[in-house]
């Protein structure tokens, strides 16, 4: 086993013992490290990763980014090649971590694509509620919208976490966090709907009897499936923005900021750990604010 496979290994089996990281998580952290492999290869004559200096590094930090890699992907890559070098210092192949000093680049934070309420209207307006399915879409569309869930809260969601009569739903988010989101009579009704009128004709696999949102066959529908569901009815509805079922989550905190929600509430209600990551929506509230002013002011007509 040549040296740069023997840390493959080893670095895996930390993340994976030791740190508990998923799957996804450490296919992540192994494909960054073979970026830096590859640099070795090319530029250092092959030599090993416990021989990288940091000025080395800081040049490695140029060549990803002259590759033409995104901010966001360069400052995941560095974040990788620091846990990375803090594992073999952790393991005494080394005695201080040549990436410690490491700056990652600034990143922009983008204002997330939205929908108003007349373009999610018009895309709910395309089910076809004589369908089997259709039901199930319409009601699983108003609930993402409504309590502005992640794809995969919502295709985890279970009749145990319901609270119909109290208006919440008991949401399982990142970590395994447990959330109470407060659930409108129009999402809930379409719940109640979609419960009597598609699900209680199913035949459902006893492992699966909890899960709300259920396939023909019986089964969870999957992540992708939902982004298939909201990319046709966008086609449909002539919508030309960039969907995905997160752009839901981001119209459901966009209009609530503008509506003059507090900020604090609508970070409980999205679960976000940090207020920062939720300010981003005054961002938007302010560009919404900016671009009605500029447009209807008469100093900006010509």
Same mark, same amino acid.
């Given at each position: 086993m040549s040296g740069w496979q023997s840390l493959y290994t080893r670095f895996k089996q930390y993340l994976q013992l030791e740190? @508990? &990281? @998923?799957k996804n998580s450490i296919d992540a952290y192994l494909t960054d490290l073979t970026k830096l492999q590859q640099y070795s290869e090319l530029y250092l004559n092959k030599q090993s990763a416990q021989q990288f200096t940091y000025l080395q590094l800081q040049n490695f930090v140029e060549w990803i980014a002259e590759i033409g890699f995104s901010s966001t992907t360069q400052a995941r890559i560095i974040s990788g090649i620091k846990t990375f070098y803090k594992f073999l210092v952790l393991e005494n192949d080394l005695k201080d971590s040549p990436a410690e000093l490491l700056e990652t680049p600034k990143l922009k934070r983008k204002l997330p694509v939205f929908l108003t309420?007349?373009?999610?209207? #018009?895309?709910? #307006?395309?089910?076809d509620r004589s369908q089997p399915e259709g039901e199930r879409n319409l009601s699983m569309l108003e609930t993402l919208y409504s309590c502005g869930l992640r794809v995969t809260e919502l295709v985890t969601l279970k009749l145990s976490d319901? +609270?119909?009569k109290e208006e919440y739903l008991k949401v399982t988010g990142k970590g395994n966090k447990q959330r109470l989101v407060p659930i409108g009579k129009r999402a809930i009704n379409l719940i109640? +709907?979609?419960i009597q009128q598609h699900r209680s004709k199913l035949s459902i696999q006893k492992q699966h009897l909890d899960f709300l949102?259920? +396939?023909r066959r019986g089964k969870p !529908? @999957?992540?992708?499936?939902? &982004?298939?569901i909201i990319k046709d009815l966008a086609t449909k509805a002539g919508i030309k923005k960039v969907l995905s079922p997160h752009t839901f989550r981001h119209s459901f905190a966009t209009h609530l900021v503008e509506g003059g929600a507090d900020l604090r509430a609508v970070q409980e209600m999205l679960g976000h750990e940090s207020i920062t990551t939720t300010e981003i929506y005054t961002? !938007?509230?302010t560009q919404f604010l900016r671009e +009605?002013? !500029? @447009?209807y002011h008469p100093r900006n007509k010509f």
């Amino acid at each position: 086993m040549s040296g740069w496979q023997s840390l493959y290994t080893r670095f895996k089996q930390y993340l994976q013992l030791e740190r @508990s &990281f @998923s799957k996804n998580s450490i296919d992540a952290y192994l494909t960054d490290l073979t970026k830096l492999q590859q640099y070795s290869e090319l530029y250092l004559n092959k030599q090993s990763a416990q021989q990288f200096t940091y000025l080395q590094l800081q040049n490695f930090v140029e060549w990803i980014a002259e590759i033409g890699f995104s901010s966001t992907t360069q400052a995941r890559i560095i974040s990788g090649i620091k846990t990375f070098y803090k594992f073999l210092v952790l393991e005494n192949d080394l005695k201080d971590s040549p990436a410690e000093l490491l700056e990652t680049p600034k990143l922009k934070r983008k204002l997330p694509v939205f929908l108003t309420v007349e373009e999610i209207d #018009a895309m709910l #307006a395309q089910i076809d509620r004589s369908q089997p399915e259709g039901e199930r879409n319409l009601s699983m569309l108003e609930t993402l919208y409504s309590c502005g869930l992640r794809v995969t809260e919502l295709v985890t969601l279970k009749l145990s976490d319901l +609270n119909l009569k109290e208006e919440y739903l008991k949401v399982t988010g990142k970590g395994n966090k447990q959330r109470l989101v407060p659930i409108g009579k129009r999402a809930i009704n379409l719940i109640e +709907n979609y419960i009597q009128q598609h699900r209680s004709k199913l035949s459902i696999q006893k492992q699966h009897l909890d899960f709300l949102y259920l +396939n023909r066959r019986g089964k969870p !529908l @999957s992540r992708v499936m939902i &982004f298939y569901i909201i990319k046709d009815l966008a086609t449909k509805a002539g919508i030309k923005k960039v969907l995905s079922p997160h752009t839901f989550r981001h119209s459901f905190a966009t209009h609530l900021v503008e509506g003059g929600a507090d900020l604090r509430a609508v970070q409980e209600m999205l679960g976000h750990e940090s207020i920062t990551t939720t300010e981003i929506y005054t961002h !938007l509230d302010t560009q919404f604010l900016r671009e +009605n002013i !500029l @447009s209807y002011h008469p100093r900006n007509k010509f």
